[in-house]
């Protein structure tokens, strides 16, 4: 009676919960072991760093240039821009051979050190705030941040000469339209200059209206010196002092007219011939336009090489670092505190299902011998 009194006071006695209590000391020294493998493990295990950076695609809208679309969208199409510029060859060679990673890795080979850099590197994209984040680890806390930094500002100025070599490229061939244009508006004045030297020419329409007075003087001159003679000759004889008077003055007006309409002033003065006058006009204005047309095109071209020069160096976007890395002070792995816990737990529960175990195999050995 006392036996089962003691067995109704304590009924886990009997059970496996029972079994664990009594043995409490062997779980808190599994507990214990568990927990002391695991620390020394994690003392054992090197420490990893991880540095964090971020880079904004940061809009820029041009004021000098007409958009169709939105910088904003622009800006945001050019995400995988920069991260393929992240990923790219490129920026791990430049960032192995400065940072000396081949030595740090313990790789010969490039390519492996590639490999074992893209294994270090993690990259995401926000495409709402339109920021890539860069994440690099590296045993040595130092060269980790190295790597954040280093990564980050190539991937700026990489993003900056890739989003301008349109312009750029643009502006070349511009270029050698421009230099063209200056070499094709040489030529014209050079022929307008010539042309207006071979013909006198100082002011062509103050020259043409000069001319054209001085004929119609002529001309009116002559034809009053027609009609005295003619008027003359009703009163006195042909050989009179006034007829011949009235013919000499004809007659020299009638030269003048002649060589005024050959020869212009003869290099005397500013006057045009006047038969060829039509032709000259003609070509001194196709001369002219030529030399015009020559500098608005020159003119245009040189606005837009100045504009492309504007936009290289100010583009559309720009990945800029907003969130600076800085050295870390604590490793990222492995995480100590963590897998102690783990290895206490890890230690008691192996420690109890071994007792579990052993004591269910007692009760099989028991109840075999009871049969028998």
Do not use: C
């Amino acid at each position: 009676m006392e036996a089962l009194s003691l067995n109704r006071t304590f009924p886990s006695d009997s059970g496996s919960f029972g079994l664990l209590l009594r043995r409490w000391w062997l779980l808190l020294l599994a507990a214990l072991a568990g927990g002391a493998i695991a620390l020394a493990t994690g003392a054992l295990l090197p420490s990893w760093y991880e540095v964090t950076t971020e880079l904004a695609l940061l809009s820029v809208d041009d004021p000098t240039t007409p958009a169709l679309t939105s910088s904003v969208e622009h800006a945001n199409a050019e995400l995988p821009l920069l991260a393929a510029i992240l990923h790219s060859h490129e920026l791990a060679d430049r960032v192995i051979e400065e940072l000396g990673l081949t030595r740090a890795y313990r790789i010969s080979s490039l390519e492996a050190a590639r490999r074992e850099l893209s294994h270090h590197t993690r990259i995401s994209i926000d495409r709402k705030a339109n920021l890539v984040t860069l994440s690099a680890e590296d045993r040595d806390p130092i060269r980790a941040f190295q790597l954040a930094r280093r990564l980050g500002e190539l991937a700026s100025q990489r993003s900056a000469d890739l989003w301008s070599a349109r312009s750029r490229e643009h502006r070349r061939r511009l270029e050698i339209e421009l230099a063209a244009a200056r070499t094709s508006l040489t030529t014209s004045e050079q022929a307008l200059a010539q042309f207006r030297e071979q013909h006198q020419i100082i002011d062509l329409a103050e020259q043409l209206r000069a001319t054209v007075a001085e004929a119609s003087s002529l001309g009116r001159l002559l034809i009053e010196k027609r009609l005295v003679i003619d008027f003359n000759r009703g009163f006195a004889a042909e050989g009179s002092p006034e007829i011949v008077r009235a013919k000499r003055e004809a007659s020299g007006a009638a030269r003048a007219l002649s060589l005024l309409r050959r020869q212009g002033s003869g290099g005397s003065g500013s006057l045009l011939p006047i038969d060829p006058l039509p032709e000259i006009e003609r070509e001194h204005e196709r001369l002219r336009r030529l030399v015009d047309l020559d500098a608005s095109h020159l003119e245009t071209l040189s606005k837009q090489v100045d504009q492309l020069r504007a936009v290289e160096t100010r583009p559309i976007g720009r990945a800029e670092v907003v969130s600076a890395p800085s050295l870390p002070e604590r490793p990222i792995r492995p995480a100590r505190a963590l897998l102690t816990t783990f290895g206490t737990l890890l230690g008691t529960g192996l420690a109890a299902i071994a007792l579990l175990l052993l004591e269910l195999s007692k009760r099989r050995r028991a109840d075999s011998l009871s049969i028998i």
